[in-house]
């Protein structure tokens, strides 16, 4: 597993103020792909793996189409892969014995996505969302007055309003990035904290919904200055799970 930023560096950030960005047409020039990763890279998610180490896929035919496609889950919660896990023991015993949850690097997914298709395999990474995430994301859009059937996939919080009527920035190092959270709760908790130092700015800010493949495709598109600038805020437990699990490593290499 490659190596993640420290939960200090990602979850200590400071609120700054609102721009004024707004996204373009995402429909230009790809980002480099060692840009991609670099933002794809921090973000743990989890695997299902068999004994050998290889994820755990199931075939499917979709309609139309007599070939068959492996598709491997990619979860975004562990508690969500642990509970496939949980769930398969009472129908596959003996497959169930064999496998365990993985975490992983977003960015190595990415990559290995990428090498599967430019080598014609028939092997597909499916991104499985936080339920309790889609139905947060489902009644925002409901809200906003938007059809939530059309919403699919993975999704992502930002914040936008303020003066200018721009998205939420935090500061990071030299530079100010825009956040987009997997959980709601770790963005309203942000804008709650920064509502009470600048009630002015932040009380008619409002909570937007994308969804992370459709982000994803677009660093690999555009080249577009927003999307240079935001980076992924994961859930807090995957992050505190890994960072567990590092100093559990370092503990037993002592």
Known sequence: MKSLIPLSTVLGVVVSSLIGLSPKDMSALALPEQEVLQKLTPIP?????????????ASITREGNEVNSSVAGVFISKSDADAFVNKLKG???????????????????????????????????AYVPIKRQVESAKALLEQNGQDVNKFSGVPLF??????????????????????????KEDLQRMLDRAQTQQPDVFSSVEIEVVNLEGVINALKNDDDPFLEKIIFIPPRESLEFVQQLKGSSNSGNQ
Do not use: C, H, W
Request: aromatic share 8%.
């Open 158 to 183: 930002m914040a936008k309003g303020g003066p200018d009527n721009g998205y939420l920035t935090i500061q990071r190092g030299e530079q100010q990035v825009i956040p987009m959270f997997f959980n």
């Open 45 to 57: 998610v989890f695997t299902i793996t068999d004994k050998n180490g290889s994820p755990l896929v």
């Open 91 to 125: 129908e596959n015993p003996n497959l169930a014995s064999t496998v365990k949850v993985v975490p992983v690097s977003l960015g190595e997914v990415y990559e290995k996505s990428q090498s599967i298709q430019q080598n014609g395999q028939k092997l597909e990474f």
